[in-house]
């Protein structure tokens, strides 16, 4: 497993606060991230984890310098995250790859505005990553004539052909059927085993959080603090491979955050009747 | 066959194609039948050989011919004219709310404005010549089409756009690259209706001041109740929208294959 290089955080979360102001006058704003402090080592592969709609997708978009704080700020190799570019690649669940571009092209785009690779050298990485996620054979189909598996794969390809220091990835199999997904998961750790990309990945699969992560962040919900951070490489030793998800140390984390998702669950239950009282 | 009457079926086109036909020849033959049988006085409507021979003969001794160029080149000029304003400010209006902000509410209200209404002063201000007409066609669909546009633009996923970011991309090459790319199958799609309404204002524009084009002959064969010469120049006027129309489809399904 990856250790952490970097105890001081390769990607740091310095008391990040996120409150959405509402569009028009009488309405209260909403404190969507309250006060979370995080440091992700380089190489680490952390999952945020967290009911829907509690902020998690928020503070990852804030990573990729698509959304500001409102209080705190957000480090990357030490320099300021001050908005998006070429270091921070995303992968979307929806929308992830451009329907008018090929297969090839769409890996392809993922270099087109470096100035400091030249064209024939492009096209030697796009096809290495498009090998990668296997799917040279569909080099020249139009994405929409392909499955959402193959989608999402080619989005992934196409990420790590811009050469990112991080991967922000948001619920990028939550579209899926169970058994590409799973297939999906167990690739994409394949591929980070060679590519060893520091990896943001929000989800609130639980299995799929266990199965893929170093490090789960818990959040809470609306607004999203930190409730609990689990470290699995302890729990569950040894590489990872589709076997793992049988094993009974698998099992038992797994039921053990499933035991704290509905703990969060009821409690947020409880303040929404609180609320409304 | 059960396909062809079931709600939402699905045909194929060479069934489409055999429908379109039997439309089209039902109605000459109801047009025949009613005008052969003189329901509605000859005078008034002439049988389809009689609009056929009209057309023969406007465009061999007359000048017909030079009258469609006329107009189409009317058309064409103005539209293009349309379309290049149009797209830029469009695009514009959807990215920075600064420009839609200021632009919107006049867009609107001209918008509003019945161009048939205008054509009085655009002839004031410009006189009777090219400049008043292609101002017409202009004005009736600039305002129409920049919305339109706007609207396609905004309409892009905001995934798309952001994925541009993160791979390095600036403003400029986001709105090429991805939001022009985007957006270019509905505003063909919506440049091909506009062409549409083109039309309308070029008659309209033709008929009130104007000494050539297929809007003048229609009017000026009317004073003689030339009524086969009349449908002769409608008639021309609907060929000409739906060639034009099919060849856009045409292009449209050949450049987004990927639709």
Same mark, same amino acid.
């Not at chain 1, 902020?55 to 990729?64: Q, S, W």
């Not at chain 2, 025949?32 to 409507?45: C, G, H, K, Q, S």
């Not at chain 2, 920049?146 to 995934?159: G, M, N, Q, W, Y």
């Given at each position: 497993?990856?250790?952490?290089?970097?105890?001081?955080?390769?990607?740091?979360?310095?008391?990040?606060?996120?409150?959405?102001?509402? +569009?028009?006058?009488?309405?209260?704003?909403?404190?969507? $991230?309250?006060?979370?402090?995080?440091? $992700?080592?380089?190489?680490?592969?952390?999952?945020?984890?967290?009911?829907?709609?509690?902020?998690?997708?928020?503070?990852?978009?804030?990573?990729?310098?698509?959304?500001?704080?409102?209080?705190?700020?957000?480090?990357?190799?030490?320099?300021? #995250?001050?908005?998006?570019?070429?270091?921070?690649?995303?992968?979307?669940?929806?929308?992830? *790859?451009?329907?008018?571009?090929?297969?090839?092209?769409?890996?392809?785009?993922?270099?087109?505005?470096?100035?400091?690779?030249?064209?024939?050298?492009?096209?030697?990485?796009?096809?290495?990553?498009?090998?990668? +996620?296997?799917?040279?054979?569909?080099?020249?189909?139009?994405?929409?004539?392909?499955?959402?598996?193959?989608?999402?794969?080619?989005?992934?390809?196409?990420?790590?052909?811009?050469?990112?220091?991080?991967?922000?990835?948001?619920?990028?199999?939550?579209?899926?059927?169970?058994?590409?997904?799973?297939?999906?998961?167990?690739?994409?750790?394949? $591929?980070?085993?060679?590519?060893?990309?520091?990896?943001?990945?929000?989800?609130?699969?639980?299995?799929?959080?266990?199965?893929?992560?170093?490090?789960?962040?818990?959040?809470?919900?609306?607004?999203?603090? #930190? $409730?609990?951070?689990?470290? +699995?490489?302890?729990?569950?030793?040894?590489?990872?491979?589709?076997?793992?998800?049988?094993?009974? *140390?698998?099992?038992?984390?797994?039921?053990?955050?499933?035991?704290?998702?509905?703990?969060?669950?009821?409690?947020?239950?409880?303040?929404?009747?609180?609320?409304?009282? | 066959?059960?396909?062809?009457?079931?709600?939402?079926?699905?045909?194929?086109?060479?069934?489409?194609?055999?429908?379109?036909?039997?439309?089209?020849?039902?109605?000459?033959?109801?047009?025949?039948?009613?005008?052969?049988?003189?329901?509605?006085?000859? &005078?008034?409507?002439?049988?389809?050989?009689?609009?056929?021979?009209?057309?023969? &003969?406007?465009?061999?001794?007359? =000048?017909?011919?030079?009258?469609?160029?006329?107009?189409?080149?009317?058309?064409?000029?103005?539209?293009?004219?349309?379309?290049?304003?149009?797209?830029? !400010?469009?695009?514009?209006?959807?990215?920075?709310?600064?420009?839609?902000?200021?632009?919107?509410?006049?867009?609107?209200? @001209? &918008?509003? %404005?019945?161009?048939?209404?205008?054509?009085?002063?655009?002839?004031?201000?410009?006189? @009777?010549?090219?400049?008043?007409? /292609?101002?017409? !066609?202009?004005?009736?669909?600039?305002?129409?089409?920049?919305? %339109?546009?706007? =609207?396609?633009?905004?309409?892009?996923? &905001?995934?798309?756009?952001?994925?541009?970011?993160?791979?390095?991309?600036?403003?400029?090459?986001?709105?090429?690259?991805?939001?022009?790319?985007?957006? %270019?199958?509905?505003?063909?799609?919506?440049?091909?209706?506009?062409?549409?309404?083109?039309?309308?204002?070029? /008659?309209?524009?033709?008929?009130?001041?104007?000494?050539?084009?297929?809007?003048?002959?229609?009017?000026?064969?009317?004073?003689?109740?030339?009524?086969?010469?009349?449908?002769?120049?409608?008639?021309?006027?609907?060929?000409?929208?739906?060639?034009?129309?099919?060849?856009?489809?045409?292009?449209?399904?050949?450049?987004?294959?990927?639709?």
């Amino acid at each position: 497993m990856t250790a952490v290089t970097d105890p001081a955080g390769f990607l740091h979360f310095d008391r990040v606060s996120k409150v959405f102001e509402p +569009v028009d006058r009488g309405h209260r704003a909403i404190k969507v $991230i309250d006060d979370v402090s995080l440091a $992700i080592g380089e190489g680490e592969f952390v999952v945020f984890l967290g009911p829907s709609g509690c902020g998690k997708t928020t503070l990852m978009r804030m990573a990729g310098g698509l959304e500001t704080a409102s209080a705190g700020r957000i480090l990357l190799g030490g320099e300021p #995250v001050t908005g998006p570019d070429r270091r921070k690649g995303m992968v979307f669940q929806a929308y992830s *790859s451009f329907p008018w571009l090929t297969v090839m092209q769409n890996v392809r785009f993922g270099l087109k505005y470096r100035r400091d690779v030249d064209a024939r050298e492009k096209d030697a990485i796009a096809r290495h990553y498009l090998e990668m +996620v296997g799917l040279a054979d569909f080099a020249g189909f139009f994405v929409n004539r392909i499955s959402g598996g193959m989608r999402q794969r080619v989005a992934i390809a196409r990420t790590l052909a811009a050469g990112p220091d991080v991967l922000l990835m948001d619920e990028p199999f939550g579209a899926l059927d169970a058994q590409t997904r799973e297939f999906l998961q167990y690739q994409l750790l394949e $591929i980070n085993r060679r590519e060893r990309k520091t990896v943001i990945f929000v989800t609130h699969d639980v299995e799929e959080a266990v199965f893929l992560a170093d490090r789960i962040v818990m959040f809470s919900a609306r607004p999203a603090s #930190v $409730i609990e951070e689990i470290r +699995v490489v302890e729990h569950i030793p040894g590489e990872r491979a589709l076997e793992t998800k049988t094993t009974t *140390s698998f099992f038992r984390l797994r039921n053990h955050v499933i035991e704290l998702m509905r703990e969060q669950a009821r409690r947020t239950e409880a303040m929404f009747a609180a609320e409304g009282a | 066959m059960r396909a062809l009457f079931a709600f939402r079926g699905q045909t194929s086109q060479r069934v489409d194609w055999a429908l379109a036909v039997v439309a089209f020849v039902g109605f000459l033959t109801l047009w025949y039948l009613i005008a052969y049988f003189e329901v509605m006085p000859r &005078r008034f409507l002439p049988v389809p050989d009689a609009v056929i021979g009209a057309l023969w &003969r406007m465009s061999v001794e007359g =000048d017909f011919l030079s009258d469609i160029w006329v107009s189409i080149a009317r058309v064409m000029v103005a539209f293009a004219l349309s379309v290049a304003m149009a797209l830029p !400010l469009g695009i514009l209006m959807s990215s920075y709310r600064i420009v839609g902000a200021l632009s919107e509410p006049i867009i609107d209200f @001209i &918008r509003y %404005l019945p161009v048939p209404a205008l054509v009085p002063l655009l002839i004031i201000w410009l006189g @009777i010549d090219e400049e008043s007409k /292609i101002a017409v !066609l202009w004005m009736g669909t600039f305002f129409q089409l920049v919305l %339109l546009i706007a =609207d396609d633009a905004k309409r892009v996923p &905001r995934e798309f756009v952001e994925i541009g970011y993160t791979l390095g991309a600036r403003n400029w090459q986001i709105l090429r690259d991805i939001v022009l790319r985007g957006m %270019l199958p509905s505003t063909v799609d919506n440049l091909r209706i506009t062409l549409g309404w083109c039309w309308t204002y070029l /008659i309209v524009a033709e008929i009130v001041a104007a000494n050539s084009g297929i809007g003048h002959a229609i009017w000026s064969m009317r004073r003689f109740v030339k009524t086969p010469e009349v449908m002769a120049g409608i008639l021309t006027i609907g060929v000409i929208g739906l060639v034009t129309d099919q060849i856009i489809r045409f292009a449209h399904r050949r450049a987004f294959r990927y639709l």
